[in-house]
């Protein structure tokens, strides 16, 4: 097997996890280990007035009942959503007021079911609008990002030749990873022993030392494998902070798992985004003023604003520009960090509109993008480390097919379905953290690399172990890596698409000085091998000096059946400019699930919040739909072979998130071309659909708020 970067290496845990020896949180069977069961607050606001708990106790196997009457005192967390059963406040709906433990999952479940708590409900508020009366600026969106950004005059656009002025509406998205949050906890001679399901082990055992008031060298946090996240675990949860105190309340060791129809309430969620866009351009096609304004939620118990207008400041050359963001702190849960944050639901909103744009000047989509591609940054002014959008495009009109396309839209047909194609594309930022490793040859011939990692399912693993391979000039056989384990050299977290930059940087260097110690080394090793630690402090956070970003291009074909509203994914194909691709089969698969997950959200996904209850509707996976595989019939990921200096060490951006920014919009293009309806509010569901065809306008269309003007056929609903 060679350990070339690049090379399709099969994941090296494969094994493991098809053979089920790899451990999850919740499978550690310590001696004495408990079950907990969580009970949700049933009131969407108010107070605990009374816990009543005889007969939980009363069932055969149950330990005890927490509460905040009675549960373990904690210092004041830095995030608020730790603060568990610790005050009667109840700040939404979900919020967990009382735990049961019991000596298995079963009974549990049943006494947590015969907990009764009594509440004195308030009024409460949920319901997310563009006129709501709390709106406000934050002083930052996620990210650290300004809230508003503004260049030139956007008032410019008022008199720009061709206008697009729409409106566009993200519902709420929940991230519901297959392995849900779970955490085993166990107290020992003062020691602290979490197996946990967590992007980053060092942000929990940083959390617990404050929240129990222990050194951080008395905790151990271990996630050896997660079962995906997709940015919900990025921060502790709530999970580990209660198994921690029923461990620490019993005397043994706790399992805590998350009921999957919990999660929505407690691990975070995407906040829904209203966008309003205008676009003013030429009829050349030239932008001469983009606007990109979005209104989102948070909780009250801490703010998280999706950063959704970002991407404007980066796709296109508008010297007139403006990106602004409000918010509205509601009594909901709190929305959190979800797959491409920001990206996601904005790429969705601005493609949409130049897509539309184009429809309006009777332009080629991609020529019109292709027409304002930038020189620079747009917002910063700075020159990009590399930006290859339009190779993109165009390699993949030309994969696609795109140059045999009818651009009228609603004129294919076969029998009563409609066909049509679309494209958008697709941004996201390269970042990179401060991390540490250690590289060590042993006398056999064989290599340890050891690094606080984390894989939740990329195959990091294996990549890192190719990394090492190749600084070492050995075959990738010779090389085992540990990770997920706060006892290995300290590393951020899986987030951002920034885990293997940042880690592969620092194993990279241990690996490269270790190969430089060995060739300068004569006689036998000594018995305990030679080893080197590296750590990119100073050189991984310096301050870039380029504009760091991957692109991409993605296109889809779609069939509506005229008769059902039933929309259809034909094709999905996408073209990337990821800097250096270092696994082809594991990059392919994150290409792959990206633009699944974009599936999902285009034309499955949504929650709704209902405004009596301040409850998600869509809780688990019975109600809230996601893509299986006969909902897309064909799925290719490509990519272009992009140097770039200017990243770091592998010359590697980050590839876990962009396959889904861009995917909603190119379905959601494709569904016009299909039938010449505009459909403004994801997902595009079959009675949506169908009332456009119908020429209803209704409440759930999404077409209010929005005008075009120019040449271009265009039909709302």
Not at 49 to 68: E, F, I, N
Not at 82 to 110: I, K, M, N
Not at 175 to 194: I, K
Not at 270 to 293: F, N, Q, V, Y
Request: aromatic content about 4%; charged content about 20%.
């Amino acid at each position: 097997m060679t350990g070339s970067l690049g090379a399709p290496a099969a994941r090296l845990e494969g094994y493991a996890k098809v053979g089920g020896t790899a451990r999850y949180a919740a499978e550690f069977p310590l001696p004495g280990r408990a079950h907990a069961w969580p009970v949700p607050a049933a009131v969407a606001r108010g107070r605990v007035t009374g816990v009543g708990t005889d007969a939980a106790l009363a069932v055969p196997g149950v330990l005890a009942v927490l509460s905040h009457e009675n549960a373990p005192r904690i210092a004041e967390p830095d995030d608020a959503t730790l603060a568990v059963l610790q005050s009667p406040h109840v700040p939404h709906r979900g919020w967990f007021v009382a735990l049961v433990v019991a000596e298995t999952l079963e009974a549990a479940r049943a006494g947590a079911a015969a907990v009764r708590v009594d509440y004195a409900a308030e009024a409460h508020d949920v319901v997310l609008s563009e006129t709501h009366p709390g709106a406000y600026v934050p002083e930052n969106a996620n990210a650290g990002n300004p809230a508003v950004r503004e260049q030139g005059d956007p008032g410019r656009f008022a008199s720009a030749p061709v206008t697009v002025d729409v409106a566009y509406r993200v519902p709420p998205l929940h991230n519901h990873p297959m392995e849900p949050h779970a955490s085993t906890a166990h107290w020992e001679d003062g020691r602290l022993l979490v197996h946990t399901s967590s992007q980053g082990t060092n942000a929990v055992r940083a959390a617990l030392a404050t929240l129990f008031d222990l050194p951080e060298e008395r905790i151990t946090v271990t996630a050896e494998h997660v079962g995906g996240g997709f940015g919900s675990k990025g921060t502790p949860r709530p999970d580990v902070v209660l198994a921690a105190m029923a461990a620490r309340h019993t005397g043994r060791p706790v399992t805590l798992a998350l009921p999957r129809r919990y999660l929505p309430a407690v691990v975070g969620h995407r906040a829904p985004t209203l966008h309003r866009l205008r676009l003013g351009a030429g009829t050349d096609g030239r932008l001469a003023s983009l606007s990109h304004e979005v209104t989102t939620h948070t909780s009250r118990v801490k703010e998280f604003v999706e950063q959704a207008a970002v991407p404007a400041r980066v796709m296109y050359a508008s010297a007139h520009l403006r990106t602004a963001h409000r918010v509205v702190a509601l009594d909901v849960p709190s929305p959190s960090w979800m797959r491409a944050p920001g990206e996601a639901p904005g790429m969705y909103a601005l493609e949409s509109a130049v897509d539309e744009l184009a429809d309006a000047l009777g332009m080629d989509p991609i020529e019109l993008r292709v027409r304002n591609e930038p020189d620079v940054e747009p917002d910063s002014g700075m020159p990009f480390s590399s930006r290859h959008l339009v190779e993109c495009l165009r390699e993949g009109a030309r994969r696609f097919g795109w140059a045999g396309r009818d651009p009228r839209p609603g004129v294919r047909r076969e029998g009563p379905l409609l066909l049509g194609t679309g494209v958008a594309a697709a941004t996201y930022p390269v970042m990179a953290a401060p991390s540490t490793a250690a590289a060590r040859a042993l006398p056999g011939g064989t290599f340890e690399v050891r690094i606080n990692a984390t894989d939740i399912g990329t195959g990091a693993r294996t990549v890192l172990a190719q990394v090492a391979a190749d600084a070492l000039g050995v075959p990738l056989e010779r090389v085992r890596v540990d990770i997920g384990s706060t006892d290995l050299p300290s590393a951020p977290l899986a987030g951002g698409s920034s885990g293997t930059a940042s880690w592969g940087w620092a194993v990279h260097e241990a690996c490269t000085a270790l190969a430089g110690r060995l060739a300068e080394h004569t006689g036998p090793l000594p018995e305990q091998g030679l080893d080197v630690r590296a750590d990119t402090q100073g050189t991984a956070d310096a301050e870039p000096d380029r504009a760091r970003h991957a692109f991409g291009a993605h296109f889809a074909e779609v069939a509506v059946d005229t008769v059902t509203g039933e929309v259809r994914t034909r094709r999905l194909l996408g073209v990337y400019a990821a800097g250096r691709i270092l696994n082809a089969r594991t990059a392919r698969s994150q290409f792959v699930g990206g633009m699944t997950m974009g599936l999902g959200m285009a034309l499955t996904e949504g929650s709704t919040m209902d405004a009596e209850f301040g409850d998600f509707t869509e809780s688990d996976l019975a109600s809230y739909h996601v893509p299986a595989h006969a909902d897309v019939a064909s799925v290719e990921a490509h990519w272009l072979d992009e140097e770039d200096s200017f990243l770091n060490p592998m010359g590697s951006k980050g590839i876990g998130e962009i396959g889904i920014v861009g995917t909603a919009a190119a379905i959601g293009n494709a569904v016009h071309h299909a039938t010449g309806v505009r459909l403004r509010e994801l997902p595009l569901t079959p009675d949506r659909v169908l009332a456009g065809l119908l020429g209803h306008r209704t409440p759930d269309a999404g077409g209010t708020g929005s005008a075009v003007s120019g040449s271009g056929p265009v039909r709302t609903a």
